[in-house]
């Protein structure tokens, strides 16, 4: 039961971490999702370093350089928390940016041209035709970036941040037993379940046209 | 109504209109004739302000929408004129362009709810009086991936009416249809000429733009070969290109 609690308390922690970069990378990705398609070739060459970089280095070492960098640099430090959702925010918009690119350039030309000739605004195009429909089409794959984030919230204890993956190895260490870590395992998978069926939901949901 | 006069377009160094003059009268109905790649669409285009021209003159109800300036630049009107011009304007695209994601309802009055700051019933009750005149009175909650292509194309001309637009531009509207389905079409279409909606038409059914059309112009490589009323251009073509592209379709 102490066990249960402790881990709870950890897995609190662990939510706390997945809404608040959830929160933060899906405006983001979006936003960088645009920089990439920009005509101008110093956004779109600026976003696409930004994406190659944060795919193409380690999470956990952009945990490292995000909480220890203002140390070395500034010879400020930054809460450990908040190091974490900064560093786990801008990578995972990196790789949301990308699946919104995709979906955007997925959607074909004439509805653009069909908002713009009932006089829509180029924001209402965007916003009222051409985004409902890259969500019904990039669900799955942001299904997949969700449920690694529910995961890669256990590299944060790189830094030091106590959540559910740091709970159960001290607990484990403490009291000599692979238990704790197993009942972690079935937290994360739980999450994780639920996570599935939400989006499972919400494709059926926006199952209603093709 | 609409006067274009010198109109120039290229695509990449590629012309594709090369000094059209056209105009269009309150109450017409003008049928665009001419071979795959001769302009006719990338005209409809250009006057719906979905391409830019390069060179030339349009204007809408006596507002300018372009000119060119002294130095052979186009210089559009500002953004505001040129909003207000669109509006005037309706277009009906061969592959219909709904949108999947709202009802035949939606399609039809989201514009005039959120451009034209019409009321939501207001907009409801011309949409199910445009639907019934399109015959589709039954299909309001019907969503377009359950429509056959001759009911989107429909639905589609619903949508562009429901502006209530003093032109109506089609752009090859059946060409992506069956037989069966260009006849129910091409029905809305003669129905609205007998109220006298002023329409534009680009179209590949000859018999249609014969019996419809006030006016016929016939189009090929960038430039307005022939023009005339139908009688003129389909019985009595005076220019060699023209007979050639009608005898093309007699067969």
Same mark, same amino acid.
């Given at each position: 039961?102490?066990?249960? @609690?402790?881990?709870?308390? !950890? ?23 645009? !920089? ?44 450990? #928390? /908040? ?12 790789? #949301?940016?990308?699946?919104?690119? +995709? ?6 030309? !004439?509805?653009?041209?069909? +908002? ?26 942001? @299904? ?25 190895? /001290?607990? @484990? ?8 870590? #197993? ?28 | ?13 590629? %012309? ?30 250009? $006057? ?69 700051? $019409? ?6 009750? $011309? ?19 359950? =429509? ?7 639905? %589609? ?10 032109? =109506? ?83």
């Amino acid at each position: 039961m102490k066990l249960i @609690s402790l881990l709870c308390n !950890g897995m609190l922690v662990s939510i706390e971490l997945f809404v608040l970069t959830l929160l933060f990378a899906l405006p983001l990705g979006l936003i960088v999702a645009f !920089g990439r398609r920009s005509k101008n070739i110093l956004i779109s060459g600026i976003t696409g370093i930004y994406i190659s970089v944060m795919r193409g280095t380690p999470l956990m070492l952009q945990l490292v350089v995000v909480y220890f960098g203002p140390y070395y640099i500034f010879e400020r430090t930054i809460d450990r #928390f /908040t190091a974490a959702v900064v560093a786990l925010a801008l990578n995972y918009a990196a790789y #949301f940016a990308e699946i919104y690119r +995709g979906g955007i350039d997925s959607i074909p030309k !004439g509805q653009y041209e069909a +908002g713009e000739v009932l006089g829509f605004t180029r924001m209402q195009v965007f916003f009222r035709i051409v985004l409902p429909q890259v969500v019904k089409r990039i669900l799955p794959a942001i @299904s997949n970036e969700v449920i690694t984030l529910v995961k890669d919230t256990a590299l944060v204890t790189a830094i030091g941040v106590a959540e559910m993956f740091k709970a159960a190895q /001290t607990e @484990s260490s403490r009291i000599l037993s692979v238990r704790p870590l #197993f009942v972690a395992g079935a937290f994360y998978y739980v999450m994780n379940l639920v996570i599935e069926r939400f989006f499972r939901f919400a494709e059926k949901k926006l199952d209603y046209y093709k | 109504m609409i006067e274009a006069s010198d109109i120039y377009k290229s695509f990449d160094g590629n %012309a594709i209109l090369k000094g059209i003059s056209f105009q269009v009268n309150k109450g017409e109905v003008v049928a665009i004739i001419g071979p795959s790649g001769s302009g006719k669409s990338t005209l409809l285009r250009c $006057i719906n302000l979905l391409e830019k021209i390069d060179r030339g003159r349009i204007t809408v109800e006596n507002e300018v929408m372009v000119s060119t300036n002294d130095s052979g630049k186009a210089v559009y009107a500002d953004k505001k004129n040129l909003r207000k011009i669109r509006l005037k304007l309706g277009l009906v695209f061969q592959s219909f362009n709904l949108f999947p994601h709202f009802s035949v309802m939606q399609n039809i009055t989201d514009a005039p709810v959120n451009v034209a700051g $019409i009321s939501k019933d207001e907009a409801r009750k $011309i949409a199910r009086e445009l639907l019934v005149k399109m015959g589709l009175e039954d299909k309001a909650d019907a969503y377009p991936c359950n =429509l056959s292509g001759g009911q989107c194309q429909r639905v %589609a001309i619903a949508r562009a009416l429901a502006l209530n637009p003093d032109v =109506l531009f089609f752009d090859e509207p059946t060409s992506a249809l069956d037989p069966q389905l260009t006849m129910e079409v091409l029905r809305v279409i003669r129905k609205l000429a007998q109220e006298n909606m002023t329409m534009v038409v680009v179209t590949h059914e000859m018999g249609f733009a014969r019996e419809v059309a006030d006016r016929v112009i016939f189009m090929d490589n960038g430039v307005i070969v022939e023009e005339g009323t139908p009688e003129e251009v389909f019985n009595n073509p005076s220019n060699e290109k023209t007979r050639a592209f009608i005898k093309g379709f007699d067969k």
